[in-house]
């Protein structure tokens, strides 16, 4: 049923559209009164499109400020990237831009095309694409302009929200970049600790063997953790283990890291350590975090395969201070880690909320009071 005041349209009866050209048809310079935006451009921002890395001083056929910009061709259609320009702006022939005309703002148009998203308006029978041909039919509900402007600035104090998190988060996870850096390497020592480090192997303080299962194991409703290659574990009906271990992910997601204690199961490429001798276990889980990456990174720019192999394990070097300063260690970096957390948690649920509201929002599913 259409909600009262709305009323059912088509996409290319509320927008003027224009495509991008080829760079090979504008001057283009470092700097200049025009972004040229290219597609990768839109990796910089969120939202407002202000930036670029190339520039004309080419003053016909700009594309308007407050145009809804986005990719017309390829996988960067499927990752729904749409951005509003915020300066008037050329565009690289592999996008095209909406310019609102009386009939909706800008602002509306940017979150109603984010919520029906850029894959239900193109091609994808083959390569993703968007044309005119897509984007003139394409069936909308359009409310009236004050109600537009209402929901706008509602879900604007969201992204607002989200980005103010965002950045919170990123501070956060730097300075437990700096802390791991300062701390891990005795650069800086916590106050009252004074004793000497000392070099050993990861075979030295522990035990290192590799799951034995292949991903078969794995089962949605399973009772035990199942430890792989990727990200996140699985679960499993079954468990070989149980003890308390770090699991280090052997190819896939390469150097991965997870603690666990208690019954699991591990993928075959799965390092797990255990038995551990003379050290704290989170103050390694720490140390192992911060330089395992590094070391993968090396042998990867020697052009090695992104894989760990246990040799490479068993001579890991762990350099530690005394197993009281270790513990103090291992607890200023585990509140960085809940921190991070919290925040990342909180990011979830702001997504979630906004994902939410759209659906309400652009539907008509809840109406808004105009002023």
Known sequence: MLPEGWRKTTLGKCVDIKSGVAPSSLPLKRHGKYPYVKVEDMNNCSKFQKKSREYTDYDHNYIRRNSVIFPKRGAAIVNNKVRISINEIHLDSNMMALQPNS?????FLYYLITFCGLFKIADTSTIPQINNKHILPYSI??????????IAAILSTWDRAIEGTEKLLANSQQQKKALMQQLLTGKKRLPGFTGEWKKKTLSNVCQIKTGKKDVNEGCENGEYPFFTCAKQHTFSENYSYDCEAILIAGNGEVGKTHYYNGKFEAYQRTYILSDFTNISVFFLLHFIEFFLPLDISKEKQHGAMP???LGTLKDFSVVTPPIPEQRAIATVLTTADEEIASLESDLSRLRQEKKALMQQLLTGKRRVTVD
Do not use: A, G, N, R
């Open 103 to 107: 009939e909706t703002t800008s602002d």
């Open 141 to 150: 509900l359009l409310p009236p302009l004050p109600e537009q402007k209402k």
């Open 307 to 309: 894989y760990i192999k």
